[in-house]
């Protein structure tokens, strides 16, 4: 099922007054140093530190009463686990959340502090589809997927049709869009709401090194599922494939991908910190890792960048200040 730009137009309606509407952020320190101009939209201001609230309000209000009552199952390792457990709350949904036990203690307790059930699993020897699934059977409740639901890419589409027109507000179109990219909700919404937009902007995707299915999928043609070898910094981003809704949407509209690693990561967690003043998880850090690495393969002046999220361990994000990461 496509999403088209009314289904993210209709999206935004249902968020209005209740998701927050980020700033589109501009630092002449930043342009300056990059040669370009850089508009930045700060998804880390979002409720839940992360854009994942705008798909989780928009797919849960619109269950039914019944569904309402019989509750609500995700899994994800913990900005839509957030995403979900306040969009419940504020909804008055019970909501059950599979994490993987060596998730970021700040986004497992942040689920839990929204009054959501969590349900920790081991990512290396059980399968939280399975998990989720079993729990939805027998309590009857609704499975919420991360990315792969066009509600939920419709939500995420909603900080693309703000973006754009934030810009247009200022009197400029960027020449590029870059987003970060894990099974691909955010960049085929913002992708969906850009190219309505602005059909001449390119979606520039952003992977971390080990992660990067959606460039090989995009390069081969059909999704083509990733066995990873190692952890990444970015644990957002850790998804080995692009999604079945998602990967059609990203193969009609984006441009090119970039893949960052670690160490340019980290680096541009140290640069959001000293420059912008912002706390950005590695995840969300990987659009503009990817800007200051020269991996951003664009000629033109202007463009926009998406901080995804702001949910990083507070040690993990010492380390990386003291450069120990």
């Known amino acids: 099922m496509a999403v088209s730009l009314a289904d993210i137009e209709a999206a935004a309606a249902r968020l209005k007054g209740v998701a927050v509407e980020t700033p589109l952020i501009e ?4 342009n300056e140093r990059l040669g ?8 880390t201001l979002q409720r839940v530190g992360a854009f994942k609230f705008r798909g989780a309000y928009n797919r849960l209000v619109q269950l039914s009463p019944e569904e309402r009552k019989r509750g609500v199952v995700a899994f994800s390792s913990g900005n839509h686990a957030q995403g979900v457990a306040l969009a419940a709350k504020l909804l008055g949904i019970p909501a059950l959340i599979v994490m993987p036990a060596d998730a970021p203690k700040v986004k497992a307790e942040a689920t839990a502090g929204y009054g959501a059930e969590v349900k920790f699993y081991d990512r290396l020897t059980e399968s939280r589809e399975k998990i989720a699934a079993a729990i939805a059977q027998e309590r009857g409740a609704v499975v919420v997927p991360a990315f792969d639901d066009p509600h939920i890419i419709a939500g995420q589409g909603t900080a693309g049709l703000e973006l754009m027109a934030q810009a247009q507000a200022r009197g400029v179109t960027p020449g590029a869009v870059i987003v ?10 913002i992708a969906t709401a850009v190219k309505a937009l602005s059909p001449q902007t390119a979606l520039i995707g952003v992977e971390p090194e080990g992660y990067d299915d959606t460039l090989k999928s995009l390069q081969a ?15 957002a981003l850790e998804t080995p494939c692009p999604g079945e809704l998602t990967f059609p949407i990203l193969k009609a509209t984006v441009a090119d991908v970039a893949v960052v690693t670690d160490a340019e990561v980290a680096e541009a967690m140290r640069v959001a910190f000293s420059t912008l003043k912002l706390v950005v998880e590695p995840g969300g850090s990987a659009g503009l890792a990817a800007l ?9 002046d202007t463009v926009a960048l998406v901080l995804s999220g702001g949910n990083v361990d507070p040690d993990q994000f010492a380390r990386v200040l003291r450069r120990e990461l």
Not at 184 to 189: H, K, M, Q, S, W
């Open 292 to 300: 200051l690495a020269g991996k951003v393969k664009t000629s033109a």
């Open 221 to 235: 043609g059909v999704r083509t599922p990733m066995t990873p070898t190692h952890r990444t910094l970015c644990d």
């Open 27 to 30: 630092s002449p320190a930043l």
């Open 180 to 189: 970060p990219c894990s099974g691909g909700g955010l960049l085929a919404g």
């Open 36 to 43: 370009l101009r850089v508009l930045i939209k700060a998804e």
